[in-house]
């Protein structure tokens, strides 16, 4: 995948949320080698000085030889998920419908579709990118409430 479908996810993410605001451009940039472990790149609250401060956009880095998965189905209210998988494999559930997201595939869950991340095969590189950057999520049995 080239930088310049990167740019245009990212975009197009950032876009779909931001129609009839003034954007205000970014005074620094920021610049650093990928880490071997799991990390917040970006978002609202980061927690270490790798991560950006961002509140239109959040970035996780999922580089990992050990696998995990999320603890069960669950969507966002207003935030657009995009999976990027660069290195191994993500099995997905979205409602019913289970598959595999492999190395060089992007997977996109739009705000309010409940997914799940079931299984990863390692090693794993993946990026989530949220766009608008918000931390909620609402799980299948907290829905049904």
């Known amino acids: 995948m080239t930088i310049g479908l990167w740019s245009q996810i990212i975009f197009v993410l950032l ?9 205000i451009p970014v005074k620094n940039y920021v610049r650093r080698a990928l880490p071997r472990e799991f990390a917040v790149l970006g978002g609202p609250n980061p927690d270490d000085d790798l991560a950006f ?11 990992s030889d050990e696998s995990w998965a999320d603890p069960g189905q669950h969507y966002h209210h207003e935030s ?11 099995d997905v559930e979205v409602g ?4 595999t997201v ?5 997977c996109f869950f ?5 997914h799940a991340i079931t299984g990863a095969h390692t090693p794993i590189e993946a990026l989530v990118i949220r766009a608008p ?13």
């Open 96 to 99: 019913e419908e289970q598959f």
């Open 80 to 90: 657009d998920e995009v999976l990027i998988v660069l290195k191994g494999s993500l």
């Open 102 to 106: 492999e190395a060089g595939e992007i």
């Open 15 to 23: 876009s779909r949320r931001q129609k009839g605001k003034v954007l």
């Open 53 to 63: 401060r961002s509140d239109n956009l959040q970035i996780l880095w999922n580089c």
């Open 133 to 145: 950057a918000t931390q909620e999520k609402v799980f299948r049995g907290d829905a049904e409430l």
């Open 110 to 114: 739009p705000a309010g579709m409940f």
